[in-house]
């Protein structure tokens, strides 16, 4: 089961830290992804980490601007969003599938509930 959680208002510019928390046994089993869909688009993929936090992905479009970091102690992967800019406004997703993250949605098994976060100009 995922979690994710953080979302909110901010004006362009600005951060937010969004957190997945995982449950299960196997959760360090899981690489996680990160998935935007902005209003009246398709779910896309912002990022992803690998099982062992030691592998990260990003799409182009959030580099140098976007950071994944997960704390397998505590079953928990952070989306750090810097310089946020009104097109990163949408729902936020946490996906999870074994071992590594993948850039296409079908390919995960669980997802969170997702997150709101609001971007103005």
């Known amino acids: 089961q995922l979690q994710a959680s953080g979302g909110g208002l901010v004006q362009a510019g600005g951060s937010l830290r969004l957190s997945c928390a995982a449950s299960?046994?196997?959760?360090?089993?899981?690489?996680l992804g990160w998935f935007h869909q902005a209003p009246g688009k398709e779910r896309e993929f912002v990022g992803g980490?690998?099982?062992?936090?030691?592998?990260?992905y990003y799409a182009d479009s959030v580099k140098g601007r976007f950071t994944i970091a997960r704390d397998n102690a505590k079953n928990t992967v952070y989306l750090q969003m810097n310089s946020l800019k009104p097109e990163d406004t949408g729902v936020y997703y946490c996906?999870?599938?074994?071992?590594?993250?993948?850039?296409?949605?079908?390919?995960?098994?669980?997802w969170g509930q997702g997150t709101q976060v609001t971007v103005s100009s």
């Open positions: 980490v690998s099982f062992s936090g030691g592998t990260t």
């Open positions: 299960g046994r196997t959760a360090s089993h899981y690489g």
């Open positions: 996906a999870a599938r074994l071992w590594e993250a993948t850039p296409t949605p079908g390919m995960y098994a669980y």
